[in-house]
């Protein structure tokens, strides 16, 4: 069910940074460590039939994590803006797996089209720094509002610029460093209510 990476560490590599200096919209000059995939979907509850949604997927470290994690009666909305992997992602041999090429601020129209009414989690590595106030607000509120009762939405970034965004829209917010991810990342897990 995985996606296979027919290219290596070091092709991946060198895919990633010709990505990022044509595409400036894109987080990282390299793929989220399997270190620090492992910490976050272990500690996400992906117990039973889950709804699970990602934001800016790029290559699919999480989602390939989140499909050997997720059961046989759930689904994992992909959300990415990125076409080249959009086509990627839409590679992987999955049922479970929505590929849909559009911004994270179509997350509602995007879930009523594949079928379902809301989120159990929402996991984000988009460079929320990068995104003008307003859009980045309507993000945070319309994840909000598709996350069900319980729903938690998690953030990883390169610094805690998200933070107080976040308190505004959602009542607990928690902030972890990961120092020995390189670079260290910042991760914010936020809850629904």
């Given amino acids: 069910m995985a996606m296979g990476n ?11 940074v010709r990505q990022f200096l044509r595409d400036r919209r894109i987080a990282s000059l390299k793929s989220t460590s399997p ?17 699970v949604v990602e ?3 790029g290559l ?17 909305v992909a959300i990415e803006t990125h076409e080249e992997f959009v086509r990627r992602l839409r ?10 090429p559009r911004s994270a601020e179509g997350v509602k129209d995007i879930l ?40 938690v939405f998690v ?7 998200l933070e107080p965004y976040l308190k505004q829209v959602f009542p607990r917010v928690r902030t ?7 670079p260290p990342l910042v991760v914010l897990k936020a809850r629904a209510a």
């Fill in 6 to 16: 027919r290219f290596g560490p070091l092709g991946c590599g060198i895919f990633m």
């Fill in 112 to 151: 009523r089209r594949a079928g379902v009414r809301g989120a159990d989690v929402v996991l984000s590595g988009i460079p929320f720094s990068l995104i003008p106030e307003g859009p980045k607000l309507r993000i945070l509120k319309d994840t909000r509002a598709v996350l069900g009762k319980g729903g």
């Fill in 176 to 182: 972890e460093w990961e120092p020995f991810h390189i």
């Fill in 60 to 76: 699919g470290c999480f989602t390939r994590a989140l499909l050997e994690r997720l059961s046989p009666g759930s689904t994992l």
């Fill in 91 to 100: 590679q992987v041999p999955d049922s479970r797996l929505h590929v849909a």
């Fill in 55 to 57: 934001y800016g997927p």
């Fill in 155 to 161: 953030a990883y970034q390169s610094s805690a610029h």
């Fill in 35 to 51: 270190y620090l995939v492992n910490r976050i979907c272990d500690r996400l509850d992906l117990t039973g039939d889950r709804v």
